[in-house]
C-alpha cells in the first residue's frame, strides 16, 4: 500500500521523488510507532523518547541536517496514516478466497 500510493500519488500530486527509498521508511516508521505506542526509544544514546513521536523526530532531522523542507517524509507519514486508519476501520481485508487458500494450505499448518 505504501510503496503504490506513494508511485501513483506523487505523480498526480506534481512531486519530483528522488528517492522514494527514504520516503517508503518514513512510511516503514510510522508503521512501526503506531503498533508501539508507548514504548520508550534511545535516540543515537543521547535521549529518550516515545515511540509514536519518532516519525516527527525524523522528519525534523530531514529538516535540520539535510536543509530542505521534508515534503516527501511528511507525505510518508501521511501515507502511513491513511493505511493505519484503513486497517483499523477495516476497509483493507484481504480477499475471501486467499483466507481459505491460506487456511487449507499444507504450509499454513502448525508443526
Given at each position: ?27 516503514l ?6 503498533y ?7 535516540m ?68
Amino acid at each position: 500500500f505504501g510503496m503504490m500510493s506513494m508511485v501513483f500519488g506523487y505523480p498526480i500530486l506534481k512531486l519530483n521523488a528522488r528517492f522514494l527509498g527514504h520516503n517508503l521508511s518514513t512510511f516503514l516508521v510510522y508503521m512501526w510507532s503506531r503498533y508501539h505506542e508507548g514504548m520508550q526509544v534511545k535516540m543515537f544514546e543521547v535521549h529518550t523518547t516515545r515511540a509514536e513521536l519518532l516519525p516527527w523526530y525524523f522528519l525534523l532531522q530531514t529538516f535540520l541536517l539535510e536543509g530542505e523542507p521534508p515534503l516527501l517524509d511528511f507525505l510518508g507519514i501521511v501515507f502511513g496514516h491513511i493505511y493505519h486508519h484503513f486497517n483499523t476501520v477495516g476497509v483493507l481485508r484481504a480477499p475471501e478466497s486467499v483466507v481459505r487458500w491460506y487456511k487449507e494450505s499444507e504450509s499454513a499448518k502448525p508443526i
